[in-house]
């Protein structure tokens, strides 16, 4: 009998404020916005369903495995918005249940873009989950699933203080275009690099997790679907289909945003997630942390991904984010601001030290630190998701929380921020 590998992912942009091209105040963030957002969305989701899986935790003894990845910006709203979110987060971590993935603190195209900002992203993304919950990961999950080969590379090569290798494996989407035949219910390694396996921890191969997207997706989106062949969804039956495929894991992986708010309370959502744990057990089945089920199953098979792939919209591809030319520019412009603002960043650090830390000089190193974070939140996924063209089957997901009226709004909105920027960075 498989095992369930729950996976769940909790992100919240900090959302800009409409920001005109006369504009020059250095606020570009909508504070009223982001937090009336943020506290519904914990009412509705983060705070009843952590709670029912903190219950659920308990009541089987630690037979219920989770994971989640929560972004740095999502952490810092928790923090100013919503910090009893945390504190349900915490206790759900001290049952040694839970584990919590690495990623890009933004939850951005970093590792697209620019090798060194991703880096710098999944480590100060790592300090902020050690901080919070007393756990360095192990299991690495990218941007949206965005995965490819080089990824995979990347990952090998990455260490911790002690010079280790970091990662024991990483979540990525099942695409079939890269599975063929075969099932995403096996753990992976990706091609060998120069003849070699790209390893992991312990020396071991990297191991890769695949999105059982058939499955996920039945929960995430057709779950209130009436017009849909299996409706109504109950624990018996999807258990079932659990339980009856062939290899050792089924990976669940999806919005957390699914419990509570994408799919409504009325739709007994809740009532699922509370009843599947028990129907799984009974079955035969049981539950894995993503750690874990790299480390008890070695891998199977090669999973070969030469271009990105993601979990967005029917392409699976990074269109979603830069399909189309306003995207595109948004994104290199973003970019190309890097190694000057990093540049500085370093003059001043020099000079404050040089000059003995007098105010003026430690007054024009904050300034500098100050843009710089306000550019890497400028970097996440959201605001180029926002510009997207889609129409069609991915038409109604890219409306969702979108505060614009169009993609142009979006785009036009997007780029007098980043024109105040580099007006900053000039002064």
């Known amino acids: 009998m498989p095992s369930v590998v729950f996976y769940f992912q909790v992100h919240q942009p900090f959302r800009l404020r409409r920001y005109s091209v006369f504009d020059t105040d250095p606020n570009y963030f909508d504070d009223s916005k982001n937090a009336e957002i943020c506290r519904k969305v914990a009412s509705r989701c983060y705070l009843p369903a952590t709670r029912l899986l903190l219950d659920l935790v308990k009541r089987f003894?630690?037979?219920?495995?989770?994971?989640?990845?929560?972004?740095?910006?999502?952490?810092?709203?928790?923090?100013?918005?919503?910090?009893?979110?945390?504190?349900?987060f915490?206790?759900?971590?001290?049952?040694?249940?839970?584990?919590?993935?690495?990623?890009?603190?933004?939850?951005s195209l970093a590792f697209v873009y620019s090798r060194e900002e991703f880096r710098e992203q999944v480590e100060l993304h790592s300090r902020r989950i050690q901080h919070h919950f007393g756990q360095t990961p192990s299991v690495f999950r990218n941007t949206e699933l965005i995965y490819s080969n080089a990824l995979a590379y990347e990952l090998s090569l990455m260490t911790d203080a002690a010079g280790r290798r970091r990662w024991l494996g990483a979540l990525c989407e099942g695409t079939d275009a890269h599975l063929g035949y075969r099932k995403p219910t096996v753990v992976y390694k990706p091609p060998k690099h120069d003849g070699h396996d790209l390893l992991g921890r312990d020396g071991k191969p990297l191991g890769l997790l695949l999105k059982n997207y058939r499955f996920s997706d039945d929960i995430a989106f057709r779950f209130s679907n009436r017009?849909?062949?299996e409706w109504p969804l109950t624990p018996e039956k999807f258990a079932g289909?659990?339980?009856?495929?062939?290899?050792?894991v089924c990976n669940l992986f999806m919005d957390y945003e699914t419990f509570g708010e994408h799919q409504w309370v009325d739709t007994g959502i809740f009532g699922f997630l509370a009843a599947l744990p028990e129907k799984v057990l009974s079955g035969g089945g049981g539950f894995l942390t993503p750690s874990e089920a790299l480390t008890q199953h070695a891998p199977a098979g090669e999973f070969d991904v030469p271009s990105f792939s993601s979990w967005a919209d029917t392409e699976r591809d990074l269109s979603a984010w830069n399909g189309n030319a306003m995207q595109a520019n948004a994104l290199d412009e973003a970019f190309k601001l890097e190694k000057p603002l990093k540049d500085k960043v370093a003059r001043l650090l020099k000079e404050a030290k040089g000059a003995g830390a007098n105010a003026p000089a430690t007054r024009r190193l904050e300034a500098a630190a100050h843009l710089l974070s306000d550019w890497r939140r400028l970097t996440t996924s959201d605001h180029f998701y926002y510009m997207c063209t889609k129409y069609f089957a991915d038409g109604d997901v890219h409306k969702y929380f979108n505060p614009y009226d169009?993609?142009?709004d979006s785009y036009i909105n997007y780029m007098n921020v980043l024109d105040n920027v580099r007006t900053r960075l000039a002064q």
């Open 241 to 248: 289909w659990i339980n009856a495929l062939d290899g050792p």
């Open 227 to 229: 017009g849909w062949g």
């Open 406 to 408: 169009s993609p142009y």
């Open 90 to 107: 915490r206790e759900l971590s001290r049952t040694g249940c839970c584990e919590f993935l690495g990623e890009t603190y933004h939850h």
């Open 61 to 88: 003894d630690g037979a219920l495995k989770l994971s989640f990845s929560i972004s740095g910006t999502a952490l810092e709203q928790f923090e100013a918005f919503a910090p009893e979110v945390l504190d349900v």
